[in-house]
């Protein structure tokens, strides 16, 4: 898919948002996430040893309190530049669940895409590969 200027202007939107508001450990991630007529919804995710909340699922519950009902397009950025960042396994059955024609914008900071949620690539937790060898494992 290709980048719009409201892909380009959401990546900034979530971007500003990671850089005005993740200056702690509390707060590491930003997600910006667009409406079919264009309003922009941001948050940050809640670090915390209860499990605290990503950045999509406060940004979907700020999007339920204002009455949205719709979202077309999300990203998340990381802190401290770091670069945009896949949503969890969590938050892609979230958004799938509630917003099934969501795009998510993905992808290294000089060339993201905007994928549909079924087009995103395997999350690193999700891929065998990923998973270290385990001394003594059965296998099983
Ligand atoms: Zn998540």
Do not use: W
């Amino acid at each position: 898919m290709t980048m719009r200027d409201t892909d380009r202007a959401l990546v900034q939107a979530a971007s500003a948002v990671a850089k005005l508001r993740c200056r702690s450990a509390m707060h590491t991630l930003a997600t910006a996430a667009r409406t079919p007529d264009g309003r922009v919804i941001s948050a940050v995710n809640v670090v915390h040893a209860t499990g605290g909340a990503c950045p999509e699922t406060v940004a979907l519950g700020t999007a339920a309190t204002q009455g949205v009902t719709e979202l077309e397009t999300v990203v998340t950025v990381g802190d401290r530049g770091r670069s945009l960042v896949a949503p969890c396994d969590a938050c892609r059955q979230l958004l799938t669940d509630r917003f099934p024609a969501v795009r998510v914008i993905v992808g290294p900071p000089d060339a993201p895409t905007p994928l549909p949620l079924t087009d995103l690539p395997r999350h690193p937790t999700q891929d065998p590969d990923n998973f270290p060898d385990v001394a003594g494992s059965d296998g099983a």
